[in-house]
Each structure stands twice: as structure tokens, then as C-alpha cells.
């Protein structure tokens, strides 16, 4: 393990596993080891009493409080080639420690699962259904292009462990950039499940803030600015649910609402995981194609993101996804204010067998076989599952 990795978070990986090891009622296969709600205060979207389904009520109930650059091509196009996650002859080793880095993934998961009750609940019931093993496709994260708060604050941390830097994808009405990593090949325990199964790829984007107003930029360079070395342990952050900067001001909070939607998410959520994606396509039931699992999902009470409709289909046809609508909790802000404010949410994706594999037997197809990347119009609207919008709209 890199000396600057062991400065970033060794020093706290007692209370990374402590978090971790927590008791949870989640399935035991997917070692979510999700801690108890008496966790600190310092977490910046931790629910009192969670609800178990996403059908969100907009006044807040109880309080929770927040403390807590390889240049390569852009992309606005598909990204076809065959999947490099696992399956395939080692490109780049396993750096470091395995059994600490997926402890850190585990804390990270288990913020996620504890804040998040619909994320929590989706994949409880999807895992009960047919026995199946739940593999990520990858888990996301959102970020301050400003002040070394980006991506490289979030991405060091896995790069140090072997993952590869992929495509660049630009959102340029969002004001977004993000780049997509690529996990190292190495073989996994066969039953292993969420962030003990392969190893998913991770997906981090930026808000570009010189390209915000002057008063937005002036906002968020305020509180990454008080963050002192916090853009350092962005991966410790995330681990253990906390804000990097202080509890930001109710109206500022609103003001960036205003203007962008990510950041207004961001500033209360810091470095917390944004989303897990389950893939689909490595179940082992009926819901091993997305148009059954989003019928699955919408029959037992969730909300899926409507945006430019429920299923989001690339150019190419051969990437799938969806997503449900955001959880929302109230939030303590630093004047005093309790508001509701969007936390994460769960996605769904399915790689479809590239053209040049399409002879292969089902039993002969591998994940490298696969549509690997990301896609420029899924991700925008899948951005949408935080927006107000999704939000507040009405179940159908």
C-alpha cells in the first residue's frame, strides 16, 4: 500500500471498521454491514427514522445534521467496446491491501444502505427473488470540480488500487464532466455479493464551477475552501458519511437549487456514494432482463425516474438502464433550518452481447463479451433521479 494511501485513511480505519461491522438486517451474502441508526450526527444525510419506500413526503419529520489528471478523449458518443471489468487476462493488478480496500467499500455501502431505505428494501427484494446474487455494474459518486474537490480527490483513492482511467463524458447544459474507472482483473470467491462480489467499476463526475454564476462559484468555493485538507480523505469521508466542510446555510442551500440541482445536492451530501447499480444481466431469475425487473420494481411500490422515459437505451441499443427516484430526509442546516433534501438512490443496468459475439451460447458468454462504458443521454437523465422534479411528481 502507497505511504500517501495510509495517510489518508489508515489512521481512521478503526472507526471504518467499527462502522462496518455494525449489526444490519440486510442479507448476509451482500455483507452490507450497514450501522446502526444511533450513528454520529456528523453524517450529512442520516435519517432519524427511515422510511422503507420512496414515497417521499417533502415536510421534514426529523432532523439530521450535516459536518460532517491523464488527459484522455471526450466523449458524447457510445462507448462499444467489450467490457474490461472481470473475465478477461489480467491488464493491472490488485494494488494494496484486498481485504482493507473492500473494508472501506463496505462503509461506504453501508452510509449508502442506512441513509437510503428504498435502496436498501430494492435490493432485499431482489435478492429474495430467485435466490439471486446481487453484482454492482458500478457505484457513483458527485463532486466540485474546484479547490482539488474533483474528481482526482475521490478517484486516487481507486486508482491506488488498481482501477484504470476510462472515457471522459462531457453534460454541457448540466455544466458536468465525469470520467469512468475501470476495476482490476483479479478472481473473486464464487457467492461473493454488492461490494464482495466482482469488483464494480466507479463512475465519478464534477460540477464545473468556473462555468457557474459568479455568486454560485463564490457559494461553493466558501465551504470547499473551510474544508482544510478534506479534499484529501475524500475516500475516508465517504466511508464514514461525513461532510468534508460545515453545515452550509438554508438559503444558500436554495440559492444553488436554483441555478443547479447537482450542486445543491452535493453541498449536503459531500462525498456520500450518489448511487449502486445492480447488474441485471448477472442475475440468475426472470428479472434477468431490465423490462421485467422495472415492471418487478413498479409492481411492488417504487418509483422509477421518468425522465425521457423509464428506460434509457443507448444509440447503440445495446446498454439499458433505469433508476429509482431519489430518497429525501430532513436536513439541519447552520441557521437553524430543517428542510428535506434529495439523498441517493438505486440504479439498474444491462449490458446487451456485442454484434461480434452474438453466436455464443448463453453459457459460453462472458462480462468481456459485453457493451462496456457509459453513455452520454442514459447518464443525463439518470442524473434526474435527485431533481426536484422526480421528486415531487406523482406516482403513477
Not at 171 to 200: C, E
Not at 214 to 230: A, D, F, H, L, V
Not at 297 to 317: H, Y
Request: glycine share 6%; charged share 20%.
Amino acid at each position: 500500500m502507497k505511504l500517501k494511501q495510509l495517510t489518508m485513511i489508515s489512521s481512521h480505519s478503526s472507526s471504518i471498521v467499527k462502522s462496518a461491522s455494525a449489526s444490519s438486517t440486510f442479507p448476509p451474502s451482500l455483507h452490507s454491514l450497514a450501522p446502526s441508526s444511533s450513528s454520529s450526527s456528523s453524517s450529512s444525510c442520516l435519517p432519524l427514522q427511515p422510511k422503507s419506500r420512496n414515497f417521499i413526503s417533502l415536510k421534514p419529520s426529523s432532523p439530521f445534521h450535516g459536518n460532517s489528471s491523464v488527459p484522455l478523449r471526450k466523449r458524447n458518443l457510445s462507448v462499444v467496446s467489450a467490457s474490461k471489468s472481470d473475465d478477461r487476462d489480467p491488464s493491472s493488478s490488485f494494488q494494496g491491501g484486498e481485504s482493507f480496500f473492500r473494508t472501506v467499500l463496505q462503509s461506504m455501502e453501508a452510509v449508502y444502505l442506512n441513509r437510503n431505505p428504498t435502496a436498501k428494501a430494492v435490493l432485499e427484494l431482489v435478492q429474495s427473488s430467485g435466490n439471486n446474487q446481487i453484482c454492482y455494474d458500478h457505484i457513483a459518486f458527485r463532486t466540485f470540480g474546484v479547490n482539488g474537490h474533483g474528481i482526482d480527490s475521490i478517484a486516487s483513492f481507486f486508482m491506488d488500487y488498481g482501477y484504470t482511467k476510462q472515457d471522459e463524458l462531457r453534460f454541457p447544459a448540466k455544466k458536468l464532466k465525469a470520467f469512468w474507472f475501470s476495476p482490476p482483473s483479479f478472481h473473486y470467491p464464487d457467492g461473493g455479493s454488492g461490494v464482495n462480489g466482482p469488483l464494480p467499476r466507479v463512475f465519478i463526475s464534477e460540477l464545473l464551477v468556473d462555468q457557474m454564476s459568479p455568486q454560485i462559484q463564490e457559494i461553493i468555493r466558501k465551504y470547499t475552501e473551510t474544508s482544510g485538507s478534506g479534499k484529501k480523505h475524500a475516500a475516508l469521508a465517504s466511508a464514514l458519511g461525513s461532510l468534508t466542510w460545515g453545515k452550509p446555510l438554508y438559503s444558500e442551500f436554495q440559492q444553488l437549487a436554483r441555478e443547479s440541482e447537482y450542486a445543491a445536492w452535493t453541498l449536503v451530501n459531500g462525498y456520500a456514494v450518489n448511487h449502486v447499480t445492480i447488474s441485471i444481466h448477472r442475475l440468475k431469475s426472470q428479472l434477468n432482463n431490465i423490462k421485467s425487473l422495472n415492471q418487478f420494481i413498479e409492481d411492488n411500490g417504487f418509483r422509477l425516474n421518468s425522465e425521457g422515459g423509464v428506460l434509457k437505451v443507448s444509440p447503440d441499443g445495446l446498454l439499458l438502464q433505469s433508476s429509482t427516484v431519489a430518497d429525501a430526509f430532513p436536513f439541519c442546516f447552520s441557521d437553524g433550518v430543517t428542510e428535506s433534501v434529495p439523498c441517493s438512490y438505486i440504479e439498474f443496468a444491462e449490458r446487451l452481447v456485442l454484434p461480434q459475439y452474438k453466436n455464443l451460447t448463453e453459457a459460453e458468454v462472458k462480462e468481456f463479451h459485453r457493451r462496456d462504458g457509459f453513455e452520454v443521454g442514459n447518464a443525463d437523465k439518470i442524473f434526474e433521479s435527485t431533481s426536484k422534479e422526480q421528486l415531487t411528481r406523482r406516482a403513477a
